[in-house]
């Protein structure tokens, strides 16, 4: 039997990608698509689900011509789209990073039901893996266990000692330095010091090399994940002519400014761009608004006011 957990250290997250029970239709050498636990009847879903074609299609993607039942048009209605396709594009988009697949033309996140008829079971398990990977980077009191690919995620509350013992990977280690086993009765600075400072320097290197590209390019890192984020244009990243200072951090969703780092929201704004600029959501490539309506008026009634009294 395992030891148990420290008291106050509590899982909040399992490995991902438990194996889902996908009947097979004898169909798997012709598509992906096959993977469909139940296929429909070709014109029979609803318009708004995901439907597969009832007569020969060509695939917008590859321009083959797809026989039917083997492409599908999704719920925002675009397509159609041969299997081999449709996962070919899901894993493009794990390669750049992102946690979810969306319509390759009009960036709508597909949903997860959909998806699981599409690709194979390890791609959802990357997915679900990725969305973890973001979730915990977004929450400021979620820790990952130091072992490499570990899947355990534990919540450390302030104060909390942070020895994890992990019941995945069976290691004692601690959650604020890494160091692997937990450095009982030393600091973490002092367990760094112990370890010899030629492991320390091949440790850091990486990170030094980061921090050192992200001085010299102006880059800088979202204030909730610390996930480097940098404009389009890196040699004009410290103004606005042709991309303004909203941000949206691909990683963990966090509006901010990438000038000042304020955390902007619905209500607040810091002031260092327009308040009719919005964001660009880095998943879907579509505009989103920044102030509500109301709360725009309010400021813009605030600083005509703060002006009249300075003009007194």
């Not at 250290?9 to 029970?21: K, N, S």
């Not at 318009?47 to 011509?65: A, K, S, V, Y």
């Not at 594009?89 to 998806?115: K, N, W």
């Not at 009191?141 to 072992?147: I, R, Y």
Request: charged share 25%.
């Amino acid at each position: 039997p395992q030891d148990p957990d420290p008291p106050g250290q509590r899982p909040v997250a399992t490995p991902c990608g438990a194996p889902l029970a996908i009947e097979s239709t004898g169909l798997a050498e012709a598509s992906p698509i096959a993977l469909f636990k139940r296929p429909e009847t070709p014109g029979t879903s609803s318009p708004r689900g995901m439907r597969l074609n009832r007569t020969e299609e060509q695939c917008g993607i590859c321009c083959n011509d797809i026989p039917p039942a083997r492409a599908v048009k999704f719920g925002c209605s675009h397509g159609w789209y041969c299997g081999q396709c449709v996962k070919k594009h899901a894993e493009a988009r794990l390669a750049m990073g992102a946690s979810s697949v969306t319509c390759p033309e009009c960036c709508t996140p597909l949903p997860e039901r959909d998806l699981r008829k599409l690709v194979p079971q390890d791609i959802m398990d990357r997915l679900h893996s990725r969305s973890l990977e973001q979730a915990v980077s977004s929450a400021a009191d979620l820790w990952a266990c130091p072992t490499p690919n570990c899947p355990m995620r534990v919540a450390l509350e302030e104060g909390q000692l942070p020895r994890l013992k992990c019941t995945i990977c069976n290691k004692t280690s601690c959650l604020k330095c890494g160091i692997q086993p937990w450095h009982r009765g030393l600091t973490c600075e002092e367990a760094r010091s112990r370890q010899g400072v030629g492991k320390k320097r091949k440790q850091n290197e990486g990170v030094d090399e980061l921090m050192k590209w992200i001085e010299e390019t102006g880059t800088k890192q979202c204030p909730t994940c610390r996930m480097a984020v940098s404009k389009q244009k890196l040699e004009s990243q410290h103004t606005q002519y042709s991309e303004c200072h909203k941000m949206c951090c691909r990683n963990c969703g966090t509006k901010f400014c990438f000038k000042c780092l304020a955390v902007l929201t619905d209500t607040y704004t810091c002031g260092c761009s327009i308040n009719a600029h919005g964001f660009i959501d880095p998943t879907t490539g579509k505009r989103l608004n920044h102030l509500r309506r109301g709360a725009a008026k309010a400021k813009s009634k605030g600083k005509a006011a703060s002006k009249r009294k300075a003009g007194h």
